[in-house]
Structure formats: structure tokens, C-alpha cells
């Protein structure tokens, strides 16, 4: 059951990387089509227009909701590539462990660095 339940979170979240990244498609590689509908603006790579961008809100929210799912659907899909090498149920354990830990700490620091960004007053 626990299988099948985090392998549902592995789909989840590809919709939800599929969503997230056709938003970062659209604002930072479709410029000039989001300005002609007064959504955006033709040199969205500039560093003004990046760190403008990391203080607004939204941005930091989508930012960390991209980092944590796309941690999780990657380090899961490593995860299982790795146990159906026929390895021990210990070794397995502990991949699933290292993997989690990892995850969670890159989680934490990659969140860490959008809420500091966004709390910056400029650079």
C-alpha cells in the first residue's frame, strides 16, 4: 500500500512539474508574446527583472512548490531505479533513507534561499 501510495505522489507531481514549468516557459522564454498580452516583459533573464521577480509573492510560493516537486519526483524515481537492482531490503532501507535525508536538506536550503531573496531590499 505504501508503494502504491508513493508512486500516486510520483504522477502527482509530473502534473504538477508539467503545470509549473509550462508557467516558467511562458513567462521566461515566450516574452515577447506575454508582452503583446500585457503579462510580461521582452528581456525576462535581465538580473533587475530576476530579482524583481524573486521578491513578489507568487513567485517565491511557485519556486518552492517547483523545488519540492520536483525533489521529490526525481529523488523517488532514483530511488526506485535503484531497488529494482535486486538489492537487500536493508540496502533498500537505506537508499530510501539517504534519498528522504537528502531531500529534505536540499528542500530546506533551496527554501531558505527563496524567503531570503525575497525578503532582500536589493542587491
Known sequence: MRESRLWFWHILTAVV?????GLHMGIMHMGTLMEALGLGSTHPTAS???FE???????MITYIALLG???FHGL???RSILC???LSKTLQKAIGRLCTAAGFALFL???YVAVRVFQMKGV
Open 17 to 21: 512539474i508539467l503545470f509549473l514549468l
Open 48 to 50: 533587475a527583472e530576476v
Open 53 to 59: 521577480r524573486s521578491r513578489q509573492f507568487f513567485f
Open 69 to 71: 516537486t520536483a525533489l
Open 76 to 78: 523517488y524515481g532514483f
Open 84 to 86: 529494482e537492482l535486486s
Open 109 to 111: 536550503y533551496g527554501t
